[in-house]
């Protein structure tokens, strides 16, 4: 098993920058695939971004395509989410969430594909 810990979050107005934090423990070793979702009150978990530990690649939504860049460091399992110029509609709760996997996958973007999921943590960027 995997525990995710995220941090990070909290209120900015439109333009402004965060800087997300994912911190994994546990069976690290056994981590392909790490993924950022966000939702809304009253809506579906929405595709941020998502890695690949393995081949040091990344993916990114349409919508945030430009504004957020990943990073990470392999000493302590740590993946981190900038977003800069952001937007009233960004504001959600933020998870980040792990699979298990030997080989590639073209469903990173799939919410029900990851095995493990942290609890969130909030952001709200106000107009």
């Known amino acids: 098993q995997a525990q995710l810990v995220e941090s990070g979050g909290g209120s900015v107005q439109a333009g402004g920058s965060l800087r997300l934090s994912c911190a994994a423990s546990?069976?690290?070793?056994?981590?392909?695939?790490m993924g950022w979702f966000r939702q809304a009150p009253g809506k579906d978990r929405e595709f941020v971004a998502a890695f690949d530990w393995l081949e040091s690649d990344t993916f990114y939504a349409d919508s945030v395509k430009g504004r957020f860049t990943m990073s990470r460091t392999n000493v302590n399992n740590t993946l981190y989410l900038q977003m800069n110029s952001l937007k009233p509609e960004d504001t959600a709760r933020y998870y980040c969430?792990?699979?298990?996997?030997?080989?590639?996958?073209?469903?990173?973007?799939?919410?029900?594909?990851?095995?493990?999921w942290g609890l969130g943590t909030k952001v709200t960027v106000s107009s």
């Open positions: 546990g069976r690290t070793f056994s981590i392909r695939y």
């Open positions: 969430a792990t699979k298990f996997a030997w080989g590639s996958s073209n469903r990173y973007s799939s919410a029900d594909w990851y095995d493990y």
